[in-house]
């Protein structure tokens, strides 16, 4: 349960909400104008994985899977000092074409999509008032990986798929996010 009463996957799903709506003014981000994306899923990535192949099995929802905003379970919680400390690992994933080569996932996948999209969440997570970061930062503070053709990764890139579809996505790790604890 998060400081808000609700749980920490409502907040963030509150947030993708904010997503889809006009507060954005982001002047190269138009690509999804009058569309109800980005999709929202959380769990663990074989749970998620599992859903999204179910979906593939409907016709009225497979195409209501990307782009999508995946918030990764489990999440590391702390309580201190009448602060609720999340750190949080979030992926912001879009299909892509299996046989696209690097420049051209950035060209047709990254650059249009995820990025925009990326910036999007971050500037949610400012004006939905639901969280806060230190002062000194425009942005709460994480890492931000871009996972091309997203799988298992190894050394010399990712290996096996987690998912059916090929996927490209920016995973932004240790997201470390705050509220005030409220009292009942």
């Not at 299996?98 to 990025?115: H, M, T």
């Not at 004006?127 to 997203?150: C, M, N, T, Y």
């Amino acid at each position: 349960m998060s400081a808000t009463g609700n749980f920490i996957v409502d907040d963030i799903g509150a947030v993708v909400t904010l997503m889809k709506g006009p507060i954005f003014t982001i002047e190269f981000d138009d690509t999804f104008t009058g569309y109800d994306v980005p999709y929202y899923k959380y769990g663990h990535r074989k749970e998620i994985a599992k859903r999204l192949d179910e979906m593939n099995r409907s016709d009225e929802d497979k195409n209501k899977k990307y782009p999508l905003i995946a918030l990764r379970l489990d999440t590391v919680e702390e309580i201190s000092n009448g602060i609720w400390h999340f750190n949080l690992n979030i992926a912001i994933v879009n299909f892509t074409d299996r046989n696209y080569n690097s420049e051209q996932r950035y060209d047709q996948v990254y650059k249009p999509v995820l990025y925009p999209l990326y910036l999007r969440f971050i500037e949610a997570l400012r004006q939905s008032g639901l969280f806060f970061w230190d002062a000194e930062s425009p942005i709460p503070p994480h890492k931000k990986v871009d996972r091309l053709f997203w799988g298992t990764g190894t050394i010399e890139g990712n290996d096996k798929q987690i998912f059916s579809d090929p996927l490209d996505a920016i995973e932004i790790l240790d997201l470390k996010l705050n509220q005030e604890l409220k009292t009942c």
